[in-house]
């Protein structure tokens, strides 16, 4: 449990380093700069939708994207990464974004699942049963569809999930300025 701990308490500070060794290995163009911005968009309309549905520490959120897949806001991220990746025209680069994710993330989603395995026992097991752990499913069933509340702008702004999206435009901006000062 050492390794999960690890990198569910560092994966922002790891990723603030993997961002500057990004950028310097990065060699954009602007068609690459808006492939993966419009990658990019997906996941952040992935994140803002699953977040306008998650009660971080309050329930057990199982409805809206959280009936489809238990990680729907990593799923987002995912798509983030692979926008990133695109964005910075650098297989290296792009190959370690994408390493960091699997191997972070793989950590991160089990130390959550543990944590709530331990909260909400055995509706949790009951839902993990029946949701996929990252990939979503194509259907639902109707219970799951209907039940709880749906989404709620109030409750993407507690979450903060604004954030993934300046992160992510920064992002772009320095790439925007990295191939800018190659042309010059």
């Given at each position: 449990m050492?390794a999960?701990n ?10 603030y ?9 990065a060699?954009p163009?602007?068609?690459s700069?808006?492939?993966?911005a419009?990658i ?5 309309w992935?994140?803002a ?5 998650l ?10 994207p ?13 798509f983030?990464?692979l ?10 680069a ?8 699997a ?6 989603m089990?130390?959550?699942?543990w ?5 909400h ?10 949701v996929p ?6 259907s639902?069933?109707k219970?799951?569809a ?7 702008w ?12 300046i ?8 790439l925007g300025?990295i191939c ?5």
């Open positions: 050492t999960v690890f990198f569910s308490r560092w994966r922002v500070r790891l990723g380093l993997l961002a500057i060794v990004v950028l310097w290995l060699r163009t602007p068609h700069i808006l492939l993966g419009a990019g968009l997906i996941g952040l992935i994140r939708y699953a977040s306008g549905y009660h971080k520490q309050e329930v057990l959120t199982v409805t809206g959280y009936a489809r897949t238990r990680n729907p806001l990593y799923f987002g991220s995912a983030l990464t926008g990133a990746g695109v964005a910075v025209h650098s297989g290296w792009a190959a370690l974004l994408l390493f960091y994710f191997v972070v993330y793989t950590f991160v089990r130390r959550e699942e944590e709530l395995r331990q909260k026992g055995d509706a949790f097991a009951a839902y993990a049963a029946a752990l990252f990939f979503p499913k194509l639902v069933g219970e799951a209907e039940n709880g509340e749906g989404f709620s109030g409750q993407y702004k507690k979450n903060h999930e604004y954030q993934a999206a992160g992510f435009a920064l992002l772009l901006i320095g300025l800018w000062l190659r042309t010059r």
